[in-house]
């Protein structure tokens, strides 16, 4: 395959070329999602949000059903907000991203996109089949040449912006 393919990601543009397609295999931790600290006030505009939408849920429309399933809805929130993420084992080599010991070879995935939050940047694979959800990777501003050049020498690169799930939640802070 032609290297100056502009699908392909090429972080050096003009080096040389002689060098080896892929690195070899690589591996790191970190966390599985970006951890935000809710203080007091967050989880009280929660509930006040949540017991409102239930109130007038069941005030407009008499639906009970509906205002239990807000007042579940505002309770899996706040249990996730306060969920402590987990370190997680990354590696990657040439065909496949491993994930705590699970593989995703990359003939499932189309593409793979780099998303920055804070800190932390994730490197996530957009899957070729329609219901399956993409795959993240976090990884510390240090390791993304590497991370990129490993999984950009097997997937075409794609510049996608946030899906409306992920805009949603960092605007909450979740």
């Known amino acids: ?13 003009g080096a040389d070329t002689s060098s080896p397609a892929a690195p070899a295999g690589f591996s790191w931790e970190a966390p599985e999602f970006i951890e935000h ?27 009970y059903f509906a205002t239990v399933i807000i007042l579940i809805i505002g309770i899996i929130i706040w ?26 070879p990359y003939s499932a995935y189309k593409s793979f996109t780099i998303l920055h939050e804070g800190e932390f940047s994730s490197i996530n694979l957009m899957p070729l089949k329609r219901l399956m959800p ?4 976090y990884y510390a501003p ?15 690169y794609e510049d996608r912006p ?13």
């Not at 306060?82 to 491993?98: R, W």
């Not at 993409?134 to 990777?137: D, G, L, R």
């Not at 240090?142 to 075409?156: C, S």
Request: charged content about 20%.
């Open 37 to 63: 600290y809710h203080p007091a006030s967050w989880y009280a505009a929660l509930i006040v949000v949540t017991v409102i939408l239930a109130l007038l849920t069941l005030l407009l429309s008499r639906d």
């Open 134 to 137: 993409p795959i993240s990777a």
């Open 1 to 13: 395959m032609n290297q100056q393919d502009t699908n392909f990601y090429h972080p050096d543009e």
């Open 79 to 104: 249990v996730f907000a306060g969920h402590k993420p987990a370190t997680v084992k990354y590696e990657l080599n040439h065909s496949e991203l491993s994930i705590n010991g699970k593989s995703y």
């Open 142 to 156: 240090g390791d993304e040449e590497k991370i990129v050049d490993t999984i950009g020498a097997a997937l075409p």
């Open 162 to 174: 946030m899906d409306s799930i992920d805009r949603l939640a960092r605007r909450l802070r979740l």
